[in-house]
Nanobody, 124 residues
Framework: QVQLVESGGGLVQAGGSLSLSCAAS????????MAWFRQTPGKEREFVAA????????AHADSVKGRFTISRDNAKKTVNLQMNSLKPEDTAVYYC?????????????????WGQGTQVTVSS
C-alpha cells in the first residue's frame, strides 16, 4: 500500500512558477512509476506528466511540454513537478499518482494510488 501526499500548490500570477511535491510512504518507491494529473470542475482528470521508476524516462502532455518538468528522488521518496510560465488554463487540482511497474504510462486507469490533490490557481 502506498500513501501519497501532495504539497506546494497555491496562487500565482500568469507567467510565474510553482513547484509541486509529492511524498510517498509504504511500498518500495523505486518500483513505482509516478505521474501528475490535473482536474478542473466538470472536466475529466487529465494527464500532465509521468516518470519511470528509475527516473530515466519521462513523458509530458503536449499542453505543458517545455513549461513543466517532472522529476523524482528515490532516496527521499518524492516526485516533483516544476511548473514554469504558468497560464490561467493551468488552474486545476493537481494529483500525484503511483502505479506498480517501471515503464511510464499516461493512462489514468493504470494508477492504483492517488493523493488528495493540491489546488493550483493561476491569475491573469
Amino acid at each position: 500500500q502506498v500513501q501519497l501526499v501532495e504539497s506546494g500548490g497555491g496562487l500565482v500570477q500568469a507567467g510565474g512558477s510553482l513547484s509541486l511535491s509529492c511524498a510517498a510512504s509504504g511500498g518500495t518507491f523505486s518500483t513505482y512509476r509516478m505521474a501528475w494529473f490535473r482536474q478542473t470542475p466538470g472536466k475529466e482528470r487529465e494527464f500532465v506528466a509521468a516518470i519511470s521508476g528509475s527516473g530515466d524516462s519521462t513523458a509530458h502532455a503536449d499542453s505543458v511540454k517545455g513549461r513543466f518538468t517532472i522529476s523524482r528522488d528515490n532516496a527521499k521518496k518524492t516526485v516533483n513537478l516544476q511548473m514554469n510560465s504558468l497560464k490561467p488554463e493551468d488552474t486545476a487540482v493537481y494529483y500525484c499518482a503511483a502505479a506498480a511497474g517501471l515503464v511510464t504510462t499516461r493512462r489514468m486507469r493504470n494508477y492504483q494510488y492517488w493523493g488528495q490533490g493540491t489546488q493550483v490557481t493561476v491569475s491573469s
